[in-house]
């Protein structure tokens, strides 16, 4: 979460996410959707310049905007609390942060058998993540809320 130059990390900068451009699932979802390889399969949408920690987010960031962010780290108790006593929907990014960040929920192993997409559509040219931090920096879209559930 960044309040102009300051920035609340966690504790657990190391631990790595999968962020992927929406654009890029909907083409893979595209590809897979007719491909006979994947029939009656799980795939997995894991590109492997998408895995990111948040110390390396933090890092592109500042690299991006050309100044370094104040941090400010939280434990895990505290963003716990943080989506467990927000109002919704301003509960939604701590929890949903919580899941990828310090849960680690999105960046686990592969198995060898494993349908992950970019290896089974190599010709697609997924947006890097390293990309999408200038797009972000250069075109920022106006942040929607939706409700869940």
């Known amino acids: 979460m960044v309040i102009q130059d300051l920035i609340f990390s966690f504790i657990f900068l190391a ?6 451009f929406e654009e890029d699932i909907a083409a893979f979802t595209i590809r ?3 491909d006979i390889h994947t029939l ?3 795939v997995i949408c894991k590109p492997p310049k998408n895995i990111v920690s948040q110390l390396h987010l933090i890092s592109l960031w500042e690299k991006r905007c ?3 962010l104040r941090k400010n780290n939280i434990s ?3 963003i716990i ?3 467990e006593t927000l109002p919704h929907p301003e509960n939604v990014a701590p929890a949903i942060l919580h899941y990828f960040f310090v849960a680690g929920q999105s ?13 089974l559509y190599p010709d697609y040219n997924y ?3 390293a990309y999408l931090i200038d797009i972000l920096a250069v075109n920022p879209q106006k942040i929607k809320r939706a409700a869940l559930g």
């Not at 631990?15 to 992927?20: E, N």
């Open 127 to 129: 947006t890097p993540f």
């Open 32 to 34: 897979a959707v007719d």
């Open 76 to 78: 895990e108790e505290e």
């Open 66 to 68: 050309g100044k370094s």
């Open 15 to 20: 631990l790595a996410a999968v962020l992927k």
């Open 107 to 119: 960046n686990f192993e592969l198995e060898e058998d494993d349908l992950e997409l970019s290896r």
């Open 40 to 42: 009656n399969d799980l």
């Open 81 to 83: 609390k943080l989506f």
